[in-house]
Nanobody, 118 residues
């Protein structure tokens, strides 16, 4: 059974930092592209950052220079370090695992709430 379990969300003041973690089980973690997505109230889900099995990283323009994605294959965990948080970063953040070759395997976590407010 595949599980992606996010943690680390919460309430933070503007300018603050949070570190999200996503622990994966039931998949060959090192083979997957791992990603963080978010859905703000009233908006569609959007990509935040991805990291491939080879370590290539992609960020949304809105978070470049503030957020850092990383992975620890020994711990089957992907992280999202979020600095200089803004109110517009408020959203539910979801972890995603994607593996695509001749077919696609794609899994989502349950999400963790991040609220940036004074």
């Amino acid at each position: 059974q595949v599980q992606l379990v996010e943690s680390g969300g919460g309430l933070v003041q503007p300018g603050g930092s949070l570190r999200l973690s996503c622990a994966a089980s039931g998949i060959s973690f090192s083979s997957y592209t791992m990603g963080w997505y978010r859905r703000a109230p009233g908006k569609q889900r959007e990509l935040v950052a991805t990291i491939t099995s080879g370590g290539s990283i992609n960020y949304a323009d809105s978070v470049k220079g503030r957020f850092t994605i990383s992975r620890d294959n020994a711990k089957n965990t992907v992280y999202l370090q979020m600095n200089s948080l803004k109110p517009e970063d408020t959203a539910v953040y979801y972890c995603n695992a994607d593996w695509t070759l001749s077919y696609r395997l794609n899994y989502w976590g349950q999400g963790t709430q991040v609220t940036v407010s004074s």
